[in-house]
C-alpha cells in the first residue's frame, strides 16, 4: 500500500497544509519516512491521520466560496471497533463545516472494506449539512452493500454513474459542477 499516493494533479490549485481553514493546516509532510501503516501495511507519507489506525484521508480540494470540498480516503472504515464516522465527523468534517463547507465529495476508490456500528453520527452529519448534501464516489461494490445494510447509504447522494466516475480527468471545479448537476438531477424527479 505503501506505492498509492493521495491524488497530486491538484496541488496547483490547492494544498491543506497551506489552508488556515483546514484541519491540516502547517503540516509537514515527508517524502521519504513512512511512518504511517493500516494493519501491517505501510502506507506513503503524503497520506494525512485523523488518529484512526484504519482510516486515512486526503483533502484534495476545497472552495469556501462554493462551499464544497473533495477529500480522497483510504483504508478500512471501521465504525464497529475504531468508530471511524465519529473521528472524521469531529476532526475533519465539522472544522471543514465551521469555514462554510456543506457540499462534501468522497473519493472511496482507496477504501477497502468497511464496518458498520449504528447511524447517529450519519445522520448527524447529514441533518447539519442542511441544503448541502455529501457524495460518495467510486467506491467498491462490497463497500456499498455494508452501507446498505444498515440503511446508512439513504444520508450519502451515491450509486449511478458516481459509482464508475473518473473523476480525475476533471479540474476540481468541472468534477463539483458535474457531481452537482448529478445531485440536482437525483433530488429534483
Known amino acids: 500500500m505503501h506505492y498509492i499516493e493521495?491524488?497530486?494533479?491538484?496541488?496547483?490549485?490547492y494544498i491543506?497544509?497551506?489552508?488556515?481553514?483546514?484541519p491540516f493546516f502547517g503540516r509537514d509532510y515527508s517524502e521519504f519516512e513512512f511512518t504511517d501503516r493500516i494493519y501491517n501495511y505501510l502506507i506513503h507519507p503524503q497520506w494525512d491521520s485523523m488518529d484512526s489506525p484504519t482510516l486515512f484521508l486526503k483533502i484534495l480540494y476545497a472552495n469556501y466560496d462554493e462551499q464544497y470540498v473533495i477529500i480522497e480516503l483510504i483504508g478500512e472504515w471501521n465504525d464497529a471497533i475504531e468508530n471511524d464516522i465519529m473521528t472524521?465527523?469531529?476532526?475533519?468534517?465539522?472544522?471543514?463545516m465551521e469555514a462554510g463547507i456543506n457540499k462534501f465529495i468522497l473519493i472511496g476508490e482507496n477504501v477497502l472494506n468497511f464496518?458498520?456500528?449504528?447511524?447517529?453520527?450519519?445522520?448527524?452529519?447529514?441533518?447539519?449539512?442542511?441544503?448541502g448534501w455529501i457524495a460518495l464516489v467510486n467506491f467498491h461494490p462490497h463497500v456499498m452493500r455494508e452501507f446498505e445494510k444498515i440503511h446508512?447509504?439513504?444520508?450519502?447522494?451515491?450509486?449511478g454513474e458516481l459509482d464508475d466516475l473518473e473523476w480525475s480527468i476533471y479540474s476540481p471545479f468541472q468534477l463539483f459542477k458535474k457531481i452537482s448537476g448529478y445531485v440536482e438531477r437525483r433530488l429534483d424527479p
Not at 491543506?16 to 483546514?22: H, I, K, T, V
Open 115 to 131: 464496518h458498520y456500528s449504528d447511524d447517529c453520527y450519519y445522520e448527524e452529519w447529514f441533518d447539519e449539512v442542511e441544503d
Open 88 to 96: 472524521f465527523k469531529r476532526e475533519i468534517v465539522e472544522p471543514l
Open 6 to 13: 493521495p491524488y497530486y494533479s491538484w496541488r496547483d490549485y
Open 16 to 22: 491543506a497544509s497551506e489552508d488556515p481553514s483546514s
Open 152 to 159: 446508512i447509504d439513504s444520508y450519502f447522494v451515491c450509486g
